[in-house]
């Protein structure tokens, strides 16, 4: 057993550089290391979550979702890629293992996670070692969705529909 050191780097617009370093044992599972994320940054986790395990060029892999989405699959499986049963250790394939998280699909808060250091020693509890940066506020970003449009039914032109409700249409096909 042994502690990684995580570096988590908040992506966004802003110039200034928001970083936590989270010291946590490898054989913790993703949701703990979640929950440590959402401490160090103020963010409440009362929303979908997902860490992909990444490459160099920052790829998204491997997905470990916060809840097991397979709907119907056999419940009796503990299947891999849920955070409550993924532990952090048996998904470091690299000395600078990179992983991304993506916490709250609609307003897209993403966090850049690199694997900074390894310690013999195992940390009782997550630790947050390092803070740089003021974190902003969870709802400062707008939802993606805010910006979609959709038709309402009165902005669709009215079609001459005959008495059972189909339009006038030719088809292609002479019987």
Do not use: C
């Amino acid at each position: 057993m042994a502690g990684l050191k995580f570096r988590v780097l908040l992506d966004s617009k802003d110039k200034n550089e928001v970083f936590r370093d989270i010291l946590i044992s490898d054989q913790d599972n993703y949701e703990s290391l979640y929950r440590a994320i959402l401490s160090a940054y103020n963010f409440s986790n009362d929303q979908m979550a997902s860490f992909y395990i990444s490459n160099e060029n920052w790829d998204k892999g491997f997905e470990i979702s916060l809840f097991d989405m397979s709907f119907g699959e056999d419940d009796s499986q503990i299947l891999p890629g849920v955070m409550s049963t993924s532990k952090i250790g048996d998904f470091i394939q690299e000395p600078d293992q990179k992983i991304i998280l993506v916490h709250d699909f609609l307003r897209m808060w993403i966090f850049l996670i690199e694997l900074i250091d390894y310690t013999e020693e195992t940390p009782d509890e997550v630790k947050i070692v390092l803070a740089v940066g003021n974190a902003p506020h969870e709802e400062s970003k707008p939802a993606q969705d805010e910006n979609l449009q959709f038709e309402t039914d009165s902005e669709f032109e009215e079609e001459d529909d005959d008495e059972f409700g189909f339009s006038d249409f030719q088809d292609e096909y002479d019987y």
